[in-house]
Every structure is written in structure tokens, then in C-alpha cells.
């Protein structure tokens, strides 16, 4: 179902970019980037879930709301699949179509279990 959503540049990108995290490590130390970590892994599923409510109550602004959020969080911490992801889905909302954005949803929940391993890993390595 996502063959019709449009490709934001930056598709032949990786899906993590551990420079992102070592920039925030060189600005804030580990302390600060154990913290953003933990602040991304417990918020995230609560966006993803404000996106799926916006879809089935038929809210495109919840839906742009939502994944515009989690699109910026995900880019500071390196996510970048899961940042392109968010981006689709914040274009198509914008547009106030939710026709194809279900399934891009449901991609994005899967993509998030994805960057919480490697970002877990990530903060695992910051306490050893």
C-alpha cells in the first residue's frame, strides 16, 4: 500500500547514523544522551499511537501533529528510516489524505522496535 506515498530525498540513506549520537555524546556528555534515548523510547510508542488515532478517528491534523514530532525526535537520535518514514506519512497527512497512510503507520511501528534495539544497545555502551 505504500507504493503511492511520496519518497522524501535522502531515501538511499542508512536506517541509523551513529554520528548523530555521537554529536549529542560530544555535547552533552553520556548523561544527556542516555536521557534523550530514554526519553525517546518512552515517548515514541505514545506518538505512534496518537498517529494511529488520528487515522482511525479520521484526523489528518493528529495524524501530521504526531508524526511531525516523532520525525524531529527520531532525526536528532539518527533514526533516519524511521525520520523518512515519519516524513512520508507527515506529507500525505498534510495533504488531509489517510487512505494510504494506515499501512505507513503500521511500518513505522514496526521500524520503531527496530531503532529501540540499537538505541537501547547505544545507551547499554554509555553505562559500561
Not at 4 to 32: N, V, Y
Not at 99 to 111: F, H, K, N, P, Y
Amino acid at each position: 500500500m505504500t507504493d503511492s506515498i511520496p519518497s522524501p530525498a535522502g531515501d538511499d540513506l542508512p536506517a541509523t547514523d551513529s554520528a548523530s549520537l555521537d554529536r549529542l555524546r560530544r555535547f552533552g556528555g553520556g548523561k544527556l544522551l542516555r536521557e534523550m534515548i530514554e526519553l525517546y523510547v518512552a515517548t515514541a510508542p505514545e506518538r505512534i499511537a496518537a498517529a494511529r488515532a488520528g487515522v482511525e478517528g479520521g484526523s489528518a491534523n493528529a495524524v501530521e501533529m504526531a508524526l511531525h514530532s516523532l520525525k524531529s525526535s527520531s532525526a536528532q537520535l539518527g533514526a533516519l528510516r524511521m525520520q523518512r518514514l515519519c516524513e512520508k506519512g507527515e506529507l500525505i497527512a498534510r495533504e488531509g489524505s489517510l487512505e494510504t497512510i494506515d499501512g505507513l503507520v503500521a511500518l513505522i511501528g514496526e521500524e520503531f522496535t527496530r531503532v529501540q534495539v540499537w538505541l537501547e544497545g547505544a545507551r547499554n555502551s554509555e553505562n559500561a
